[in-house]
Each structure stands twice: as structure tokens, then as C-alpha cells.
């Protein structure tokens, strides 16, 4: 008999044989468990963002069990225009704002913005162990409303070994930048002055796009589906594999993001808005294993993600978490991410002057082929009702700097300048 | 078959000191719950909640019973059964100790004590009588696919093993929530330690030796939530010829392990795990310390 | 490619779920599946708030669930 495994086993058929009910029917629900958070991500240079968070569950049966969540996002900072630096000041006039960049810099937007989201998870056992888990998201910003919901049904197979998982969601955006989004591929300029000959008709005041609101905004949905496999491979591993399929339609586009129009020096010559195209089909595949490792008992969760979508970018994100066991309560718990992406068909740095108009074009820096690394450290110390932790991470994404064929003094620029972020998140749990 | 008979005994209630303390009798031996509560009317309700539980386990599992589920499934022996869903995991748990204990532990040994009788002046049996019923001992005969269970004929199983410490724990998960900040539920110095007395003290159970019981604790105890349990009877163990015969069987040979401790107690999380955990390391005969050192929990046993 | 390098990593996830073949675990075996931290999301809160931000700052989505809200998010 191995002697010291004894325990650990029958503590746990212990649980299993008191756990269930005989006769008598125990008490319902014992409070909320809240956890909460705050996360502090800044990027280096560029945006800044404060994150309080609430998350708190109540079980309200013994089948049914409710998430409800909250988030404040406080954002503040300067994010890529889209456009190349050059040398000397930029002035980007658009239908709400007029701002200046300063000669050889990397053009970027100052905002500010405050984002607050709801949510809630309603998760049902039937009688037969099926799950079935009802979500609902709703969140708000000065020119950006979203709403989502979704339903996942799992149920096991085979001694509840296997569990399979369907679901479906969908969401409905509605974008409504100040001064109306951009027309595509619109020079800039001109799409500025056919707002205030507008604005001399209306005899309004100067309003942010906040009057006119939904008018003034354009639509943006989506599908999504998910088939799933989670399998029990041993006494302390778990495998779960994912397809997900989603379908986008609408106004895709980033109403803040511009291109350069260059000549053959390099030089800006105009700018245009981008234009992506009005759909998008993507999948992924997903697959995590999470594993405890015998002997020393820490837990792997191993992630990997392949992604591609009909804009032709492909991903591959790999994801690793380690958790170390310090005692009874206390654990750390390092995370490492990798995430290469190929870019979208339409992605360029800049449009060249004289060129024919391509459909679509965008210089967003997040649809460029790039990859991005994170590395990251948990320490936590678990109570009662979830955790105390303290969460460092730091994140950076680069891209080609210097792409093949850059005219004139882009040569001399970089065009994709790394972005750095750092990530502080404090979370704290209790119950009530 | 007719309802089984409900078992109705009498309930003791008196106040002492900082709780309320009830008495019944239930699976053979004095029942005593302490509880920290203001009113006696409380007091009497949660001591009938905790009475009632322990006479449905007892009605439910007890082998001198002719109308519940361990006399439906010893008499169906030979052929295939389904069992209710609070059998099914004991079963379960039955099946899993068989295995920890590589076939010590064993709700089939039972029969054995037919030929053994434990009395000092009673003579072992023939080896041939052990020999002879021992062909009618082991789970590992049994065939359980939970609910569904099949049990070779001649055999017979019983849950005496675990019935009593799984009744502690069963009303000490029924008082759980209600009115009392803290109590004891103690079956026969089985016992299970939830929450503070009244003066908001742990509570404080003492351990003696079995062999010396007047002489004081060997330990106390200051507990809010535990379990605590005793495995062995320092007085049942029969002489013979100069040798001494301890109360507890090993199924493998149908004779007594050699060398068991007298008594072994083990301090765990629930009463059910330090049950098994008693018996575990009884069934190791010499080599119980060294068993339960392993486990990493408190532990006290004494030898003759 | 990409592409054989995303075949690749799927068909080590595969032979892992046949190379572990499958023990059987049984009901009260699965103390050590039962532990928080062996959870497919032992943190929903992590969760949701790093999706948040690769979301906004990556090409890709998708893969964990569905449903969730958007963002206007740079």
C-alpha cells in the first residue's frame, strides 16, 4: 500500500459519500462570493488604462448558479493613427477634432474614454448533469455601444469522462464616432469640411456626435458557434478542444484609423480614413491541457490557439501557465505567452500617391504581421471565497520596422515601433 | 415487502454548563449531541433532528434488521439488484476502501463472525471452520456497477464498518446552518466537532487511554471542526492457551491481524475518514504507527 | 509555413489525448480534477480581463466560448 496516498484518496471518497443527500434536503444558498479586482495596463508612450472589476456568484439552488460581473474601463492616452511619421509636424483635421504631431514622430491620437460593461452567467444543471449556461454582456462608451449574449449546452458521455459542449452566440454593435463615422478611403480633409458646411445648415451647435447619436452611427453584428471536447485523461489531466466559427457583418471598420498617402520622397501628400471589407469569417481551433504534475503537484495549463480568418490573417497563440504550490495557500504562478500573427490581405503601411485606390486598405497596427510576448507572475494566497493575488505582466509586440520598398525618407522611420505594456492587477475576494 | 418500521426511542435533554445536552441510543450505543444554543425549545428541535437521522441509518443499515436494504440484498445474493442512490455510495466508498486497504478493509468479512466469538474464555475456531467460510469472503467476488450490484451466493455484506461514523457525520451536516453556533455530535466516542460553545470557546475533548481510564487524558483537545474516531475495544479480545486473540479479523486469513494495537484513534477533518482511518491502521497490526505516521495526521494508539 | 506549424501543434495535442489512452477515473479518483487550480479557468476573472486586452490588441479572436461583448477598444 502505498501509505502516504491513502489519505488524499479517502479524504476525496469521503467528500463524494457526504457530499450527496439522503433524505433530508439541504439549506439553499449561501451568499454572494464576490471577487474583485483592479488592473492597471499602461503601454509605454501610448495608452493607459484603469480597470476596476466585480465578479460575484451566488449559487441559488442546488441547480442553478449566477454570475453577475461588472467592469469600469478608464482610458486615457494616445493611440496609432495609422498614419507614417515624417519630417516635419503632421495636423490631422477630422470631423470632431484637430490635432498636431510633432515633426519625425510616430503620429498618434490623444483620447480619453470611459467604458462601462455589465454581464451575467446563468448556468442551469439539469437533471441528466447537462449544463446549460446562459450569457448576457452589455457595454457602454462615449462612442461605442455593444451587446452580447450566448447559450453553451454540455452534457458528459461515458462515466463522465468526456463532456461535449455546443453553443451559440451573437452580439450587436453600434458605432457612433463624433462628428459620424468616416466615409472609406475619404481623404481627410474633405470629409471635415463637408461636416461643417453641415453643421452651418443645421445651425447646431458644435455637438460630438452625441446628438443625432444612432444616426449618426453604423452597425456592426456577428455569429459565433462553438463545438467542443473537454476529456479526463487521467486521475490529474484534462484535455479540451474547441472550434469556434464566428461570422461578422456590418461596418467593420475603426472609424479613427487613417493611412498616409506618400510620395515618391516619402512624404505625406493626404491622408484617407481605412476601409475594411463589410464581412468577416474566421475560425479557430482551440486546445488546453491541464495537467498536475505527479511527485511535485504543480498544474500546467498549456493553451494553443490557430486562428484564420477571410481577411487572410493567420494566428497561432501558444499559452502557459504554471502554478507552484508554496504550502496550503500561497502559490505563484508564472505565465508565458506567444502570439505570431500573419497580416491582413488589405493591411499596409501607407498608400502611395498616383497609385490606383486598392477596395480596402487599413494601417492598424494590430492587423499587421506582427508578434507579441508576454511574461507574467501571479502570487496569490486563496481563501475562503477565491483569492488574494497580485499580477504582473509585461507585453511586447513588434512588427517590421523598416518594410521592403519604404520610398524616400521612410527609410529612416520606424513604422512599426514596438509597443510595451505593463500590466498590474490586485484582486481580492470575500463573501456576503 | 411492508414500510420498514420506524425506530422511536426516547430523547434526553438537559442544560449544562455553556450548551444543551441530548441523549438517545442509536446502533447499539449511547448518542450524545452538545449543542451551543440559547432555548431549550432549539435544543430540543435540533436534538430531534440529529435522533431522527441516526435511527433512519440504523433502520436503513443495520444487520439485525429484517426490512432494510442490506437484508434485501443478502437474501437476493446470486442475483442482480439496484440500490438507491445514499447505497450506492457507500458502496462506492466500501469498494474504494477494499482497494486502499488492498482487501483489508472488507463489508464482506462479516460472516467470519459466525465461527469467532469474542469472549475470554471462548476457544479460537477449528482452522478448517475459518477455512470453510472463507470461501464466501471478498468484495473483489462481488460484482458492483453502481447502482446495479450482484453478490455471490452464500455471501453477505454489512455496513456495520461504517454505518456508525457516517451517521455522526450525516447529522453533523444536518445541524450545519440551523440555529446552534456550535456542537458535538458523539455516537459511542465517535464523534464530530463543528463551530464554538456558547461562550464562544472551542470545544475540548479529551483522550484516554482505554487501558487506563481513570488516570486522566493523554490529550486534550481544543477543536471547532473536526472528526474524531476509535477503532478497537480494549475489553473484546479472547485468551486462549496463553495467547491473546484481538477483536479485529483480517479477511485475507479469517484470522485475527497479529500484533493490533488495542485502540487507535485518529484525529481527521470528519468522523468517516477517521474511522477508516482507525481501522486502516489497526488491519496493519504492527506496522499501524508507521501507517498512520504516513497519513500525517494526529493520531493516538495504544497497545496492550 | 504557418499553416504546417498550426498542423503540427494540433497533432501533438491529438497524439496526446490517444497517447494517454484514456485511464479510467473513477467518481472518487477525481479529487485531484476536483482542486480549483485543475479547472479549465481557475481565475474567470483573469480570464475575462486578459481577453479584454489581447482582444484589443491582436488580429485574432475566438476559441474559448461564445457570446461576450465588444469593444470600441484601441
Known amino acids: ?432 | 415487502m411492508g414500510d420498514p418500521h420506524p425506530i422511536v426511542r426516547p430523547l434526553e435533554l438537559r442544560f449544562d454548563h455553556h450548551h444543551w445536552r441530548g441523549h438517545f441510543a442509536a446502533m447499539g450505543c449511547p448518542c450524545e449531541v452538545l449543542l451551543a444554543v440559547e432555548s431549550e425549545e432549539a435544543a430540543r428541535r435540533l436534538l430531534g433532528i440529529a435522533a431522527a437521522e441516526a435511527w433512519r441509518i440504523e433502520q436503513k443499515y443495520s444487520r439485525y434488521r429484517d426490512d432494510n436494504i442490506v437484508r434485501r440484498i443478502n437474501r437476493a445474493a446470486g442475483e442482480w439488484l439496484t440500490v438507491d442512490e445514499e447505497t450506492a455510495r457507500l458502496l462506492d466508498y466500501a469498494d474504494l476502501c477494499h482497494r486502499l486497504s488492498e482487501g483489508r478493509f472488507d463489508i464482506t468479512s462479516g460472516i467470519l463472525r459466525r465461527v469467532w466469538r469474542f469472549r475470554k474464555d471462548a476457544a479460537p475456531p477449528a482452522p478448517e471452520a475459518v477455512e470453510a467460510l472463507l470461501e464466501r469472503v471478498g468484495w473483489e467476488q462481488v460484482e458492483w456497477r453502481s447502482p446495479r450490484l450482484r453478490l455471490p451466493e452464500g455471501m453477505e455484506i454489512d455496513l456495520g464498518g461504517i454505518g456508525k461514523e457516517y451517521a455522526v457525520d450525516r447529522v453533523a451536516g444536518l445541524l450545519a446552518g440551523r440555529e446552534a453556533m456550535g456542537y458535538v455530535v458523539n455516537f459511542g466516542g465517535d464523534l464530530a466537532v463543528r463551530g464554538l460553545r456558547s461562550n464562544r470557546e472551542p470545544w475540548v475533548v479529551g483522550i484516554r487511554n482505554p487501558r487506563t481510564p481513570s488516570a486522566g487524558p493523554v490529550a486534550t483537545l481544543r477543536l471547532t471542526g473536526a472528526g474524531l474516531a476509535t477503532s478497537g475495544d480494549a475489553e473484546r479480545y479472547l485468551e486462549f492457551q496463553g495467547r491473546r486473540y484481538a477483536h479485529i479479523l483480517d479477511p485475507r486469513t479469517g484470522w485475527p491481524v497479529e500484533e493490533a494495537p488495542a485502540s487507535v484513534t485518529v484525529l481527521a477533518d470528519n468522523c468517516t475518514e477517521a474511522g477508516m482511518l482507525a481501522t486502516f491502521a489497526m488491519l496493519h497490526g504492527a506496522e499501524a504507527e508507521r501507517f498512520l505516521e504516513a497519513q500525517g495526521l494526529r493520531h493516538w494508539v495504544f497497545r496492550a | 509555413m504557418r499553416g504546417r506549424a498550426a498542423a503540427g501543434a494540433l497533432g501533438v495535442l491529438l497524439l496526446l489525448v490517444q497517447g494517454c489512452a484514456v485511464q479510467e477515473v473513477k467518481p472518487w479518483e477525481r479529487d485531484l480534477l476536483a482542486e480549483r487550480r485543475m479547472q479549465l479557468e481557475p481565475s474567470a476573472l483573469d480570464a475575462f480581463l486578459d481577453l479584454h486586452i489581447y482582444i484589443s490588441k491582436e488580429a485574432a479572436s475566438g476559441g474559448y466560448g461564445v457570446g461576450g461583448g465588444g469593444c470600441g477598444c484601441n
Request: hydrophobic share 35%; proline share 5%; net charge negative.
Open chain 1, 1 to 432: 500500500m502505498q501509505l502516504n496516498h491513502v489519505r488524499r484518496a479517502l479524504a476525496s471518497a469521503t467528500c463524494a459519500l457526504l457530499g450527496g443527500h439522503a433524505s433530508a434536503a439541504p439549506d439553499g444558498g449561501d451568499g454572494w462570493s464576490v471577487e474583485s479586482a483592479v488592473l492597471y495596463y499602461g503601454e509605454k508612450d501610448r495608452v493607459q488604462v484603469l480597470e476596476p472589476t466585480l465578479f460575484a456568484s451566488r449559487e441559488l439552488d442546488d441547480e442553478n448558479r449566477l454570475v453577475v460581473r461588472g467592469v469600469v474601463d478608464v482610458m486615457s492616452g494616445a493611440t496609432p493613427n495609422g498614419a507614417v511619421p515624417t519630417d516635419t509636424p503632421q495636423t490631422f483635421t477630422t470631423a470632431s477634432s484637430r490635432y498636431t504631431v510633432d515633426a519625425d514622430a510616430p503620429p498618434r491620437m490623444d483620447f480619453e474614454d470611459l467604458r462601462l460593461a455589465f454581464g451575467f452567467d446563468w448556468e442551469r444543471t439539469g437533471e441528466g448533469g447537462d449544463r446549460r449556461l446562459l450569457t448576457g454582456d452589455v457595454s457602454v462608451e462615449t462612442d461605442y455601444l455593444s451587446m452580447g449574449g450566448g447559450g453553451t449546452w454540455s452534457w458528459d458521455t461515458r462515466d463522465r469522462l468526456t463532456t461535449l459542449s455546443l453553443g451559440v452566440g451573437g452580439n450587436f454593435d453600434w458605432v457612433f464616432p463624433g462628428g459620424g463615422p468616416p466615409a472609406p478611403l475619404d481623404p481627410l480633409d474633405g470629409a471635415a469640411a463637408l461636416h461643417l458646411i453641415q453643421e452651418e445648415d443645421d445651425d447646431d451647435d458644435e455637438g460630438e456626435g452625441g446628438e443625432g447619436g444612432f444616426e449618426e452611427g453604423e452597425a456592426r453584428y456577428g455569429v459565433n458557434t462553438l463545438l467542443g471536447v473537454t476529456q479526463v485523461l487521467s486521475r490529474g489531466a484534462l484535455l479540451q478542444l474547441n472550434w469556434t466559427h464566428a461570422e461578422q457583418g456590418g461596418y467593420l471598420d475603426d472609424p479613427y484609423k487613417l493611412l498616409s498617402v506618400v510620395g515618391a520622397d516619402g512624404r505625406p501628400v493626404g491622408y484617407r480614413w481605412e476601409s475594411r471589407p463589410d464581412r468577416r469569417s474566421s475560425d479557430a481551433l482551440f486546445g488546453r491541457l491541464v495537467w498536475q504534475l505527479p511527485l511535485l503537484h504543480h498544474v500546467v495549463h498549456l493553451g494553443y490557439r490557430y486562428y484564420r480568418d477571410d481577411w487572410g490573417v493567420e494566428a497561432n497563440t501558444t499559452d502557459l501557465k504554471y502554478r507552484i504550490d508554496l504550502g496550503r495557500r500561497l502559490y505563484l504562478q508564472p505565465h508565458l505567452r506567444y502570439h505570431r500573427q500573419g497580416a491582413a490581405d488589405f493591411y499596409r503601411y501607407y498608400l502611395v500617391a498616383g497609385e490606383p485606390l486598392p477596395d480596402h486598405a487599413s494601417a492598424d497596427y494590430r492587423l499587421a504581421e506582427m508578434e507579441s510576448r508576454l511574461a507574467g507572475l501571479k502570487v496569490a494566497r486563496e481563501t475562503k471565497s477565491g483569492e488574494m493575488a497580485l499580477r504582473l505582466e509585461y507585453m511586447v509586440q513588434s512588427g517590421e520596422s523598416h518594410p521592403d520598398g519604404a520610398p524616400g525618407i521612410l527609410t529612416g522611420y520606424d513604422l512599426y515601433p514596438d509597443l510595451e505594456a505593463v500590466m498590474v492587477q490586485f484582486t481580492w475576494s470575500f463573501r456576503f
